[in-house]
């Protein structure tokens, strides 16, 4: 049965799946009002007769009954006989409605004001819009007169009116004050005893030029204030008409930074090029330092970083200089999330490059930094390849890095262990472990973008462990950080992130199709070819398996490096038995990386639908360790459902 979602917004209503449940009459509308309004606490029933009615009638009690049996077989109406309610309960001596923290327009509304809070200046103005959609009139509308829902009333407006004047002064410190003109003059021609909104609304107008606008803004608020309540205006309204009139610049916008920026820049990069040697050495290790810069950017600097790269380390290995090559190699400590490569052939080189040098190094303590980098580059570099290489090199710098006491390079090595964590299914605590170590160690010594990656990692673990509450707040964080520092890739994981949220928490399968697509939209120029191939059809496939509908492998699709796995349904749906059978047994084990679980849960699909007895033993050794977990969710972007549901239909069927 879909949720159901309420709203006190305006009219009450509740509805399934965007359909209009029938409330019956205003009496059973102000019973579930009146338990919405408890949140989620019991209502005694004496209570409830007190609030519905003046004067009690005879049998209010069983009246009362009554409306919660009919409301009961409006909101779940496939409830069986007999069995127990699980929305509208019957506890002690009352009821209560145990609706989920998202399913009321107030709470959402309450929360996404607490969230917009939160979050960084550019963010929250259209945290509080989204915030303030979500009225559709005057709280409890029909309830206006009923003593029950006057304070709550009074509550949610006043939180509804500073929630539009909060907005209007982000917007205004934003340089953005002519979007929050409109909503100011509405606002104030329902609620014009708002003094702090005329302030914002004469401060809009003069910044954006209408000085003249802005002064009649407030002498209309003086005649206002003065005819009607006999008072004059604040201090801070005379104040700025004060400065509007003597053009005061500390009225001005704030100052763009971004000329400033560019001339800095380009004055540096002039004072370099006159004094740096065209054939110094020193210009290969900014070269790098400046690729790192690049490559968080967004999509083109990645790509671009990844193209330079390589050509820097061969120019550097051409100096024959290994701790200059060392340093070259080593300076790319560019976070990564995702456990496959978005260029295998440059990863080859690059770990044969390092590999050369780590060769070519004096095997001395002072060689130890240089050591620890090349040896995390490799465990980055050798992603989603098995092979024990990858491995030892992420504990052996992780060994270093702790004996050199040096937060930059731990959180590398610590990068490089979480590249090589994916060896086998259910090693997700693990990886959260070394989320948590890298969010406490990034933020103590502010290295924000591995503090980014933490977060990163945590959200990941988190929606394998099926602890969605913990990684929404990661995910939270990573975008919070992400607009501080300016790393507009982030936004392509925490949308993966909450379109997979709807997959797992059974949104309606064409709303979680929708974020999924909207998901694979942010890919576009992203420059993760890694990412990009096949995840969205891949993401498609778990969601129909999960849901237990019928497997569609398009062959038309981009399914990259996941066909292999896809194959055999589309086989299997062309009749080609035999052909499927095949492919089944050539398939390889899953690569090592975020997706091993999904891959396996593919290959028991195909397993159970051919009744194929050895790769379902297979498939459920594999799938073993991970019990309990979300088969996928731990790349944060798909899931095939419960690993246990897996192991559960491949033990009845061996």
């Not at 819009?129 to 559709?136: Q, S, Y």
């Not at 503090?451 to 988190?462: F, K, M, P, S, W």
Request: glycine share 8%.
């Amino acid at each position: 049965m879909e949720a159901v979602t309420f709203g006190v917004l305006g009219p009450v209503t509740a509805e399934r799946d965007g359909d209009a449940l029938d409330l019956k009459g205003p009496r059973h509308r102000a019973l579930l009002a009146r338990l919405v309004l408890a949140r989620r606490r019991v209502v005694p029933v004496a209570r409830l007769v007190e609030d519905l009615w003046d004067v009690p009638p005879a049998r209010a009690v069983g009246t009362v009954r009554t409306f919660v049996g009919d409301l009961r077989r409006a909101l779940e109406p496939e409830r069986p006989r007999r069995a127990p309610a699980r929305l509208l309960i019957t506890e002690g001596p009352g009821y209560a409605l145990r609706a989920a923290p998202d399913a009321v327009d107030a709470w959402r509304f309450e929360e996404a004001v607490a969230q917009a809070g939160r979050l960084p200046a550019a963010q929250a103005p259209a945290r509080l819009a989204a915030a303030l959609g979500e009225w559709r009139g005057s709280a409890y509308a029909e309830f206006a007169a009923e003593e029950w829902a006057r304070g709550e009333r009074s509550r949610l407006t006043e939180l509804r009116l500073r929630a539009v004047e909060r907005r209007a002064e982000l917007l205004v410190d934003l340089g953005r004050a002519a979007e929050a003109v409109p909503d100011l003059d509405a606002h104030l021609a329902e609620h014009p005893w708002r003094e702090d909104a005329w302030r914002l609304l004469a401060l809009a107008l003069y910044r954006t030029g209408r000085q003249a606008d802005a002064l009649a803004v407030l002498r209309r608020a003086r005649a206002l204030l003065a005819a009607e309540l006999g008072i004059d205006p604040g201090p801070r309204l005379r104040r700025l008409e004060a400065g509007i009139l003597a053009q005061d610049p500390s009225l001005d916008p704030p100052a763009e930074p971004a000329e400033a920026a560019a001339r800095l820049w380009s004055r540096a990069t002039e004072a370099y090029d006159r004094t740096v040697a065209a054939g110094a050495r020193a210009r290969l290790e900014s070269a790098v330092g400046l690729l790192r810069n690049l490559a968080v950017t967004g999509g083109g600097g990645l790509a671009e970083a990844r193209e330079h790269r390589t050509a820097a380390v061969a120019a550097a290995e051409e100096t024959g200089d290994a701790e200059l090559t060392a340093r070259v190699i080593g300076a790319y400590d560019v976070p990564a999330v995702w456990t496959r490569s978005d260029d295998p052939e440059a990863a080859r080189r690059i770990v044969a490059a390092a590999e050369r040098t780590l060769a070519a190094l004096p095997d001395d303590a002072s060689a130890a930094p240089a050591r620890c980098r090349l040896l995390a580059t490799v465990a980055l570099e050798s992603r989603g390849v098995r092979s024990p290489r990858g491995p030892r090199a992420a504990e052996e710098a992780e060994r270093i890095a702790r004996g050199l006491d040096d937060p930059a390079l731990l959180a590398f090595a610590l990068n490089g262990a979480f590249m090589q964590s994916c060896t086998a299914a259910g090693l997700a605590r693990r990886r959260d472990a070394i989320g948590a170590e890298l969010v406490t160690l990034a933020a103590r010594h502010g290295l924000a973008t591995h503090e980014v990656l933490g977060h990163l990692i945590r959200l990941q673990a988190r929606c394998a462990l099926a602890d969605f509450p913990t990684a929404d707040e990661h995910a939270d964080a990573a975008d919070r950080l992400a607009e501080r520092h300016e790393r507009p890739l982030v936004a392509v994981f925490t949308t993966w992130y909450r379109a997979l949220r709807r997959a797992a928490t059974g949104s309606p399968y064409d709303r979680a199709e929708a974020a999924y697509r909207t998901a694979a939209g942010t890919l576009d120029g992203a420059g993760m070819p890694g990412m990009e191939r096949g995840l969205l059809p891949l993401a498609l496939l778990g969601l129909r398996l999960a849901r237990g509908l019928p497997a569609q492998m398009d062959r038309r699709a981009d399914w990259g490096p996941y066909r292999p796995w896809a194959e055999p349904f589309a086989l299997l749906a062309e009749g080609r038995d035999a052909e499927a059978r095949a492919a089944l047994r050539a398939l390889p084990e899953p690569p090592p990386d975020l997706l091993y679980e999904a891959l396996c849960c593919a290959e028991a699909a195909i397993a159970l639908a051919l009744g194929d007895r050895t790769a379902m033993r297979r498939t459920y050794d594999r799938l073993l360790p991970a019990a309990g977990e979300l088969a996928g969710a731990g790349s944060g972007a798909v899931t095939f459902g419960p690993v246990d549901d897996w192991l559960t239909a491949l033990t009845r069927a061996l």
